[in-house]
């Protein structure tokens, strides 16, 4: 009795002290989390090193997280400075009036009444959706000037949690297969389960993000240069929010260059219409199709409305971090059901004729 006693409150306390040390951790989720991803990602350049260099883990842990800041980290915070800078300038333009989203709508309008007219049919107010889609275009616009006006004022925290992520990339890099036997050892659910589950994690994540964002980042990028090539302004915001929505199932680049490729047909430019429509369909659409099976791989792609739900409660829950967390829930989701219907569904099902015969040899 009194073992049991002392073994539930060490229970009690192991859960307290867990909750406790999360909530410690909280503030530092975003760097936590992506230097798992870049561990991950990264994993098999080290493993590469191992067998060309032998087993030196500190050089090895060291070289990879070096290649992983020439190609991945270097690059971002350039585009992300290049984006921020470019929406501002918009914003200000629009301020100033020299930038005028509702001009731009109403110039489609009157180049296709029918426009109206089929939105009529489903009793959609043109001006309403008007006035949505200029807030939407402003907020936007504005969302990124007050980003870069909290990165400027908070740019300690946004450097501090930068070298955090790096730091804890090295050592996850480094010693990432002991941490997880360990984790495997220590938690109470079956060592053939923890090891699929981790499995699992780290499929998803990889698929995510060297996937996904790959597959976003090379769409954006071609909707960027077809949009510089054809003098459209904001080539590089726009780039980057075609590489935002590529990221969700059924919406896509397309939201981006469709309304694009109708305002030119509305304005007269009907040549750099049809190449942009064209160009979309055929380059930036077939992207994503030709791409994805060999970069993500269709064993670990998920249904797409299941993607595009979890994608959205994700950003919704986690902020920017949301777009791999989001399927990533869902998957760990997916196959935390698939191992209970696997063991005790089968057990269940087949318990069913034992007791239906135990029940009739009692009689």
């Known amino acids: 009795m009194y073992a049991k006693l002392e073994t539930r409150t060490f229970l009690a306390m192991l859960v307290g002290v867990s909750i406790a040390f999360a909530l410690l951790m909280k503030p530092f989720f975003g760097p936590i989390f992506w230097a798992i991803a870049i561990a991950l990602i990264f994993y098999p350049v080290k493993q590469w090193l191992t067998r060309r260099m032998g087993d030196r883990p500190n050089i090895n842990a060291i070289v990879t997280l070096l290649v992983c ?8 915070l350039g585009l992300g400075a290049a984006l921020i800078t470019e929406g501002m300038g918009i914003y200000q333009k629009i301020q100033s009036g020299e930038i005028r989203p509702g001009e731009y709508i109403d110039q489609v309008n009157q180049s296709f009444p029918a426009i109206q007219a089929f939105l009529a049919q489903f009793d959609i107010s043109f001006g309403e959706l008007r006035d949505r889609a200029v807030s939407v275009f402003v907020g936007g616009s504005q969302f990124l ?4 006006l909290g990165i400027g004022q908070n740019t300690f925290q ?7 992520m790096v730091y804890l990339a090295f050592f996850l890099i480094r010693d990432g297969q002991q941490l997880v036997e360990l984790l495997i050892k220590a938690l109470p659910l079956g060592d053939e ?5 981790f499995a699992k994690f780290a499929e998803v994540t990889r698929a995510t993000v060297k996937g996904n964002l790959l597959i976003a980042i090379i769409q954006g990028a071609l909707g960027g240069v077809i949009f510089w090539i054809l ?3 904001g080539a590089l915001l726009w780039g980057v929010v075609m590489a935002i929505f590529s990221l969700l199932p059924a919406v896509g680049a397309a939201i981006v260059w469709i309304p694009a490729a109708v305002y030119l047909a509305a304005i007269g430019d009907v040549v750099p219409a049809v190449i942009l429509a064209v160009y979309g369909m055929v380059v930036i659409g077939l992207a994503d199709n030709l ?4 970069l993500v791989g269709r064993d670990t792609k998920m249904p797409d ?6 994608t959205l409660g994700g950003l919704v829950m986690f902020g920017i971090n949301g777009f791999v967390m989001g399927p990533l829930v869902a998957a760990l989701f997916m196959a935390f059901w698939g191992i209970f219907i696997r063991e005790f569904g089968n057990e269940s099902t087949e ?3 034992n007791r239906a015969t135990g029940s009739a040899e009692d009689d």
């Not at 800041?69 to 971002?76: A, L």
């Not at 946004?158 to 955090?164: R, T």
């Open 305 to 310: 409305y299941l993607v595009l739900l979890s």
């Open 158 to 164: 946004f450097f501090l949690g930068l070298a955090l």
């Open 69 to 76: 800041i020439i190609i991945v980290v270097i690059p971002v």
């Open 145 to 148: 000037a007050k980003q870069a």
């Open 193 to 197: 389960r923890e090891r699929l589950l």
């Open 291 to 294: 791409l994805r099976p060999i």
């Open 351 to 353: 318990n069913v004729p």
């Open 231 to 233: 003098g459209i302004s």
